[in-house]
């Protein structure tokens, strides 16, 4: 009995040490237990909550805000146009204008574009830039389809349709209604445009690429004449070794004194004073000509010319636009000029 009953104890204890062992884990499993925690624990605050970033809202464009890109910059270099865009610049003034109380309001216009070269200060340092102007014609109708080619190293005067130069007056179209049909569209500004690609100029003739450079939006005002004196200054380009350019005035200047000047500053070989005398006669004469001629041909069309064309003529009005001053650009309020061209004489006003 005793003998069985100490078996039947023993069992009992190896069963419970069994079962001790059994639910009772080891050391070495308690250690990774305990780093499985402190891992869970770690990667619990390692979570890191992503703040929630604020929606960022970009200015809606303006009505008219690219309306002076689209304006070709008449006779600007090619080489130089890229410049005319390195700054944003800000024609706010030129949109305005075209808003309730504007000079623009309402009214059929005509823009075409230039540039001015000037030194401006911009960003601690002063250098030669070329300012974006923007000219604005109110009138019922074109003011021109031709353009003037001139210029110092041209002996004479061009005066050329237009679309001989890839250019013409083009509706434009506001970006609100871009969507629409332009037929559909009753356009009320128009604006001068060129179609010749720049990547083409290589396959152009030097002279024709310069042509381009040498353009000046052209206007012919019949009723100028009693306003503006004719000019009296003619254009010199003397062929030499090298050419002489100079201005002659008619109704100031001597033939010979012109001559004994350039050749004191050496620009004209003594040897060729005669015949530059002669050379500056003849185009005096041709100037003087060509004022008769224009005389005559103004009162022509003034005869020819309906009472609402004459009208329209008398009541055109030319307006200049500079960009406005902005952290963006050089300040040009300093340098700004109400003279447009040779043709279309000073700007009623300058903005």
Request: glycine letters at 4%; charged letters at 35%; one cysteine or more.
């Amino acid at each position: 009995m005793r003998k069985g009953t100490k078996r039947k104890a023993k069992e009992v204890v190896g069963k419970g040490k069994a079962k001790v062992e059994e639910e009772t884990p080891t050391t070495e499993e308690q250690a990774k237990n305990n780093d499985k925690v402190v891992v869970k624990r770690q990667a619990k605050r390692a979570k890191i909550v992503k703040p929630e970033t604020e929606t960022e809202y970009f200015p809606d464009k303006r009505n008219l805000e690219d309306l002076w890109q689209e304006v070709f910059p008449v006779g600007t270099e090619w080489d130089q146009i890229d410049m005319v865009y390195q700054y944003k610049w800000n024609f706010s003034n030129l949109e305005d204008a075209f808003e309730e109380g504007g000079e623009l309001y309402g009214q059929k216009v005509y823009l075409f574009g230039c540039t001015e070269p000037q030194l401006v200060f911009f960003q601690g340092q002063s250098k030669v830039t070329c300012i974006p102007v923007v000219v604005a014609v109110v009138s019922p109708f074109p003011p021109s389809d031709k353009i003037g080619i001139n210029s110092v190293q041209r002996e004479a005067e061009e005066i050329l349709p237009m679309k001989q130069m890839k250019m013409d007056w083009v509706p434009y179209i506001p970006l609100e209604k871009r969507e629409s049909q332009v037929e559909r569209l009753k356009s009320q500004i128009f604006i001068l445009r060129c179609t010749q690609r720049r990547a083409g100029l290589k396959h152009l003739k030097l002279e024709r690429v310069k042509k381009f450079e040498y353009c000046l939006p052209y206007f012919y005002q019949p009723f100028a004449e009693d306003e503006f004196e004719q000019s009296t200054i003619v254009q010199i380009l003397f062929p030499s070794e090298p050419p002489v350019f100079c201005e002659f005035d008619w109704e100031f200047d001597e033939p010979e004194e012109m001559a004994d000047k350039l050749i004191e500053s050496e620009e004209l070989p003594a040897d060729k004073k005669d015949e530059f005398v002669e050379f500056v006669k003849e185009k005096v004469k041709g100037g003087k000509r060509s004022n008769r001629e224009a005389r005559e041909a103004r009162k022509k069309a003034i005869q020819e010319m309906s009472e609402e064309a004459k009208a329209a003529f008398q009541s055109m009005k030319f307006y200049k636009y500079y960009p406005v001053a902005s952290p963006d650009a050089p300040d040009v309020s300093q340098v700004k000029s109400p003279f447009i061209n040779r043709y279309y004489g000073k700007a009623h006003r300058v903005f």
